[in-house]
């Protein structure tokens, strides 16, 4: 009988047993979302990680057959321009997930402008003005760039697009300046440093006044080109020349008395010139 009775306490404790509940949790863990944003300056990008679901892994892909990085937010630098595929992995207990975007990178565009002065010794702290166009430099209105040039003479502007500039250099302390349409050597070359040589020359500065006793009014010319179309009397007009032997013609407009001048003009100093 005690054998019976105890087969049956043993068949009612499997039984029990198997039906007790698993006392497992379930898992909280949310799969990740994989997401990041960059910020790109020249060949340095710098990656922000956005992902989302508490990932605690990741792993990074520059698409340029560097070592994956492990990091959450990775700054990387690229070797050559191009266009790279970066993917990131996002991985907590849950799971894992990917994200990837293009990223361009290039060399940055460079203008760079040498000044030198006429004995070809590098010319320091020369105002350089850029313009977009050759009408902006002729009226010197809406300045694309501008600056001095450090002591070696130079001076470099970056962010410029495929096409030609103008520009002007001017050292008013020192009285230098260059006299030719400057310009680029045609439209600027992306991703690349365009240089331009500049020879600076000294100058001074020419009065003109008109004390004709008539009071005839006259038209000058330095060096051939017309530099005052109508010079009323007692009036004066100043002018920036290069330093040396300047031809100035004084033509008058309401008779046939014309005069031509042979003046010298000195670095940094005003030269007086009455006509007739």
């Known amino acids: 009988m005690n054998k019976y009775i105890a087969l049956l306490f043993a068949l009612a404790g499997i039984l029990i047993f198997s039906c007790k509940k698993p006392d497992n949790k379930p898992s909280t863990e949310t799969h990740p979302v994989a997401s990041f944003t960059k910020?790109?300056?020249?060949?340095?990008?710098?990656?922000?990680?956005?992902?989302?679901?508490?990932?605690?892994?990741?792993?990074?892909?520059?698409?340029?057959?560097?070592?994956?990085?492990?990091?959450?937010?990775?700054?990387?630098t690229y070797s050559a321009s191009g266009t790279y595929h970066?993917?990131?992995?996002?991985t907590n207990k849950a799971g894992s997930d990917t994200f990837g975007m293009f990223v361009i990178v290039s060399a940055p565009t460079y203008l760079n402008i040498n000044c030198i002065d006429n004995n070809g010794h590098p010319a320091p702290g020369v105002a350089v003005t850029v313009f977009a166009n050759h009408s902006d430099w002729l009226n010197d209105a809406n300045v694309a760039y501008s600056g001095y040039t450090d002591a070696n003479g130079n001076i470099s502007f970056s962010g410029l697009s495929a096409q030609t500039y103008y520009f002007y250099c001017t050292d008013a302390s020192n009285?230098?300046?260059?006299?030719?349409?400057?310009?680029?050597?045609?439209?600027?070359?992306?991703?690349?440093?365009?240089?331009?040589?500049?020879?600076?020359?000294?100058?001074?500065?020419?009065?003109?006044?008109?004390?004709?006793?008539?009071?005839?009014?006259?038209?000058?010319?330095?060096?051939?080109?017309?530099?005052i179309s109508d010079l009323e009397v007692n009036n004066f007009a100043k002018e920036i020349l290069p330093v040396g032997n300047n031809l100035v013609e004084a033509i008058q407009l309401n008779g046939s008395t014309d005069n031509s001048y042979n003046v010298s003009i000195l670095q940094c100093q005003t030269t007086d010139l009455d006509v007739p």
């Open 175 to 227: 009285c230098l300046t260059n006299w030719d349409v400057n310009q680029t050597n045609g439209p600027v070359t992306l991703h690349t440093t365009n240089s331009v040589n500049v020879a600076v020359s000294p100058y001074g500065t020419l009065k003109i006044v008109n004390t004709s006793p008539g009071g005839n009014p006259y038209k000058i010319k330095v060096n051939g080109q017309i530099w």
């Open 39 to 76: 910020t790109i300056d020249r060949y340095k990008v710098v990656f922000t990680n956005t992902s989302t679901g508490n990932p605690t892994s990741f792993s990074w892909n520059f698409g340029d057959s560097s070592a994956a990085d492990t990091s959450r937010n990775p700054i990387h």
């Open 86 to 90: 970066v993917v990131l992995t996002a």
